[in-house]
């Protein structure tokens, strides 16, 4: 079975820093393209960051852009996103994904996780 579950979610003061992690089985993790996406209440799920297979690139929207950090380890089958400078804006519930696409549209990631909350408090 092939699964992807976040933690690292919480309720944290604007400014603060958070990190999300995302474990994974039953892929060969280190042939996918990692991801990050998030949804906030009311709006539409969105690119947040993106990891190539060996970390040799990394893509951000620009909203995070020098605030998170998107890294992977392929030993352990991990992904993580380092969140920096915190905003209310960031609140949303944050996506772990994986795809078989080395630069994938969002449409192309086929595996999900199940989501972890992550609430700013301004």
């Known amino acids: 079975q092939v699964l992807l579950v976040e933690s690292g979610g919480g309720l944290v003061q604007a400014g603060d820093s958070l990190t999300l992690s995302c474990a994974s089985s039953?892929?060969?993790?280190?042939?996918?393209?990692m991801a990050w996406f998030r949804q906030a209440p009311g709006k539409e799920r969105e690119f947040v960051a993106r990891i190539s297979r060996i970390a040799a690139a990394t893509t951000y929207t620009d909203s995070v852009k020098g605030r998170f950090t998107i890294s992977r380890d392929n030993a352990e089958k991990m992904v993580y996103l380092q969140m920096n400078s915190l905003k209310s804006e960031d609140t949303a519930v944050y996506y772990c994904?994986?795809?078989?696409?080395?630069?994938?549209?969002?449409?192309?990631?086929?595996?999900w996780g199940q989501g972890t909350q992550v609430t700013v408090a301004s």
């Open positions: 039953g892929l060969v993790f280190s042939t996918k393209t």
């Open positions: 994904a994986a795809s078989t696409w080395p630069e994938p549209r969002a449409e192309q990631y086929d595996t």
